[in-house]
T-cell receptor, first 115, second 114 residues
């Protein structure tokens, strides 16, 4: 399977706990994105990496959120002191520049439930 | 905020019928993309149409783009039960640093009844 993978697929945690998600992009893709999707809504952009550099962050990414991509390959998204409002699907996508545009390929997502 | 708005929010049809979904957006774009999402799963890229294209086909999919009206439509012909999913349009905001942020609409939930 050469697609984007995410781990875990589901995470249930109690309010106040920290959680970390992992994303493994398509191997030749240097661009990596995180999005968040709540029920009945489309995904919303959180942050963007080009190689190991975090170039863009959304205002949605509060101080409790941190993302890394240390070697320009996999990425982690950590949420500290989780709140019930953090319950959502967290989606990772990767892409690479082509002449046809920046098509982003999404992983299956990590569904977070904060109790 | 969501730039794209899909219409209708929900659509229920019988297998074999055609399904049409519409999307409107607000700012100028260089392309528009359609994605499908099966329940509780990730998004699958369906088709990309550039701003200088008016129509594009891929298998049973037909996408149109009207930049003067800032709207796009997705037509699925001869629908199948397996087409049951949520469909999203997405428009990219391109950064100077390269890469682009996709802005999604709220989606159309399509149900194809056998």
């Amino acid at each position: 399977d050469t697609g984007v993978s995410q781990d875990p697929r589901h995470k249930i945690t109690k309010r106040g706990q920290n959680v970390t998600f992992r994303c493994d992009p398509i191997s030749e893709h240097n661009r990596l994105y995180w999005y968040r999707q709540t029920l009945g809504q489309g995904p919303e952009f959180l942050t963007y990496f080009q190689n190991e550099a975090q170039l863009e962050k959304s205002r949605l990414l509060s101080d409790r959120f941190s993302a890394e991509r240390p070697k320009g390959s996999f990425s982690t998204l950590e949420i500290q002191r989780t709140e019930q409002g953090d319950s959502a699907m967290y989606l990772c996508a990767s892409s690479t520049r082509t002449g046809r545009g920046d098509t982003q390929y999404f992983g299956p997502g990590t569904r977070l439930t904060v109790l | 905020s969501q730039q794209g708005e899909e219409d209708p929010q929900a659509l229920s049809i019988q297998e074999g019928e055609n399904a049409t979904m519409n999307c409107s957006y607000k700012t100028s774009i260089n392309n528009l993309q359609w994605y499908r999402q099966n329940s509780g799963r990730g998004l699958v890229h369906l088709i990309l149409i550039r701003s200088n294209e008016r129509e594009k086909h891929s298998g049973r999919l037909r996408v149109t783009l009207d930049t003067s009206k800032k709207s796009s439509s997705l037509l699925i012909t001869a629908s199948r039960a397996a087409d049951t999913a949520s469909y999203f349009c997405a428009t990219p905001h391109v950064w100077e640093t390269s890469g682009s942020r996709l802005t999604f609409g709220e989606g159309t939930q399509l149900t194809v009844n056998p």
